[in-house]
């Protein structure tokens, strides 16, 4: 039986999320002033857009109204995504940040920074890039030595699509 307020929230409202093509990835109240506020975090190996969110966040609200999960007092929802520099916690997550770049503490100290090539059940296969013109090269991370690991975001990065662009031309 659940005991904490999220997991009873994340019990009810996981099928409903599940429904609608996505993963329920985090789930949270938070008192703002008065109010509290229900952030619910959504998404999928595809992503997930306005439209979906939208959809997600009306089935939440009703079923929310049926209930009595968040008790009588006000409060607000906020159904959202995990954002450019999210946090990976599960393999789901590393699967779907594959040809991304990520900052990887590891449980032996230090920090590695490297791109996602490939995830299976043990763990990753990484590209490190190369230091002062020397060439990148590969690595294999098992699940074990990664204590924390998080996207990072890429300003001027060119994507598989603009590099052949550039090469046809």
């Known amino acids: 039986m659940s005991t904490t307020q999220s997991e009873r929230l994340r019990e009810l409202l996981e099928p ?11 789930i949270a109240v938070d008192s703002v002033g ?5 952030r619910v975090v959504v998404d999928s190996d595809t992503g997930a857009d306005l439209d979906q969110i939208a959809d997600v966040s009306r089935a939440l609200s009703a079923k929310l109204d049926e209930t009595d999960a968040m008790g009588d007092a006000a409060y607000d929802l906020e159904v959202g995504t995990p ?11 590393y699967a779907r940040a594959v ?22 059940d043990e ?9 002062k013109g020397r060439k990148a090269t590969t690595r294999r991370l098992g699940f074990p030595e990664i ?23």
């Open 83 to 93: 954002g450019a520099e999210r946090l990976l916690t599960e393999r789901r997550h």
């Open 123 to 131: 763990g990753l296969d990484l590209e490190v890039p190369g230091v």
């Open 99 to 120: 040809d991304r770049l990520v900052r990887f503490q590891l449980t032996e100290g230090g920090e590695l920074v490297a791109r996602i090539l490939g995830v299976d």
């Open 16 to 26: 409903l999320v599940t429904s609608q093509g996505l993963d329920l990835e985090e």
């Open 34 to 38: 008065r109010k509290r506020v229900l």
């Open 147 to 169: 204590e924390k690991a998080r996207v990072q975001v890429e300003f001027n990065r060119k994507d598989k699509k603009d590099m052949k662009e550039e090469e046809e031309a």
